[in-house]
């Protein structure tokens, strides 16, 4: 905003705030922005945990099934909005336990991404970790 506070919305309700006098050089614009999901794995039984991610779906399985993030977009140094650019730049710790999908455009959802997975799995001959 004009104070230089950072401010994050979501349904048009202030869910994050970042008071400007908490940085000395006031970051006046962001250098990238990151959406996705996360899990807690402390390797407690030397492999990959069992928490599942989302719905527990891999992101492959689209939206209907997996977790998802809709409706990305970003504001300008003017303030415009708009949507997230194609072609992000997708990372994942564990393919065989969780994965993301970046989407094209749609209608309904807008620029959006899947993300989710159902951890280690006992019964998979591919969970070689």
Avoid at 47 to 64: C, K, L, P, V
Avoid at 106 to 125: A, C, F, L, M
């Amino acid at each position: 905003n004009d104070d230089g506070n950072w401010e994050l919305f979501f349904d048009n309700n202030l869910i994050g705030f970042w008071p400007s006098n908490n940085y000395p050089d006031k970051f006046p614009s962001a250098t990238g922005v990151e959406w996705g999901g996360e899990i807690v794995n402390e390797w407690r039984s030397r492999r990959h945990t069992t928490t599942q991610m989302g719905s527990g779906y891999f992101a492959r399985e689209g939206i209907g099934r997996a977790a998802y993030i809709s409706n990305m977009r970003l504001f300008d140094e003017n303030m415009n909005l708009y949507n997230a650019p194609n072609g992000l730049k997708v990372t994942m710790t564990n393919s065989k336990c969780y994965d993301v999908m970046d989407w094209p455009y749609h209608n309904q959802y807008g620029r959006y991404i899947t993300i989710g997975g159902p951890g280690y799995d006992k019964k998979s001959v591919l969970d070689r970790l």
